[in-house]
């Protein structure tokens, strides 16, 4: 029985020191691309092959899958033509994993029993043939985009030559704002998911609030202003996957003031950032880049005066 206790205890202490995790950017959506001409065939049949890392369910929000198709005019430049398949096309926009016995993805996005919406997460193949609309013998290109609920997603040209061009990324703008504080989160899909959610909050007291006024007693620091900034996404606390922009309301009694942001960690290691003032909507903000959320203060240092007394914070 002690043994048992023994191991609960170390699990429980395993969790409770669990790092935060990271949004780590996911490989890419669209892998394998391929292109190539059945010309043996009648009709003639022009082939797209890749495959998707993750479902798409062509009805939710700004999911889609998109071919778009390149001739080579005189000068050897690719040159579109008005045909292109999406999920508004009236057909059979994809079949996978056995094709062609597979079950085929209808483009309408509409979902029904015969049809079901969600492309998942496999090798995709699409046919065009020859018709009155296209000639796909002269086809030298074909462009695919693939896009997902939120907008965001990636597009790949693939040439005759069995040649592609190289991964696109397409990011959608992330804007989040904390209501009780106003401070704004701004970036984009390639570095947090398109659900993110920040939560900001005042420090007044505490033991962290206590390690962040003895951090700035060598700064000349005249007021301050500690948040405890951090990222949510599906309930889960994360960071970023690069480089996103906070921006913090000005008070009225700091617009005269020269600013400063620093991060304050657990251990009162203080690292300072570059900072800049912006107005939106009427609003006076600093704002700073970080990819990486904790303890961050707004500081008014027009003190030129050292105090080696601890700092007292603006109370909210």
Not at 118 to 133: D, G, H, L, M, N
């Amino acid at each position: 029985m002690k043994k048992i206790k023994s191991l609960i205890f170390i699990l429980l202490m395993t969790l409770s020191i669990m790092p935060v995790s990271s949004y780590a950017a996911e490989s890419n959506l669209i892998q394998d691309a391929q292109l190539s001409l059945k010309s043996t065939e009648n009709p003639k049949r022009l082939e797209i092959i890749f495959r998707l890392a993750e479902p798409i369910n062509l009805s939710k929000g700004s999911s889609n899958i998109i071919y778009e198709y390149f001739t080579k005019d005189s000068q050897g430049n690719l040159e579109a033509v008005p045909y292109k398949k999406d999920k508004s096309w009236s057909g059979y926009l994809n079949s996978y994993d056995y094709y062609p016995a597979g079950e085929h993805k209808y483009s309408s996005g509409a979902e029904n029993a015969a049809y079901p919406d969600t492309v998942p997460a496999a090798k995709i193949y699409t046919s065009t043939r020859t018709s009155s609309s296209i000639d796909v013998t002269s086809i030298a290109a074909v462009r695919v985009t693939v896009l997902r609920e939120d907008g965001s997603g990636e597009k790949v040209t693939v040439y005759s030559d069995g040649t592609t061009s190289t991964i696109e990324k397409i990011e959608v703008i992330i804007g989040d704002e904390d209501k009780d504080t106003g401070i704004r989160l701004d970036t984009t899909t390639a570095e947090l998911p398109s659900n993110t959610v920040l939560i900001a909050n005042p420090l007044t007291t505490g033991t962290i609030y206590n390690i962040v006024s003895s951090a700035l007693t060598d700064v000349n620091v005249n007021n301050f202003i500690a948040f405890e900034i951090k990222l949510e996404s599906n309930g889960v606390e994360i960071q970023p996957n690069g480089m996103v922009k906070i921006s913090i309301p000005i008070p009225e009694i700091f617009y005269d003031a020269d600013l400063a942001i620093f991060r304050i960690d657990d251990d009162g290691t203080k690292t300072p950032y570059s900072v800049a003032e912006t107005a939106i909507e009427g609003v006076r903000y600093i704002t700073f880049e970080t990819d990486h959320f904790s303890t961050y203060v707004l500081a008014d240092i027009t003190d030129t005066e050292k105090d080696e007394t601890p700092k007292t914070g603006i109370v909210f």
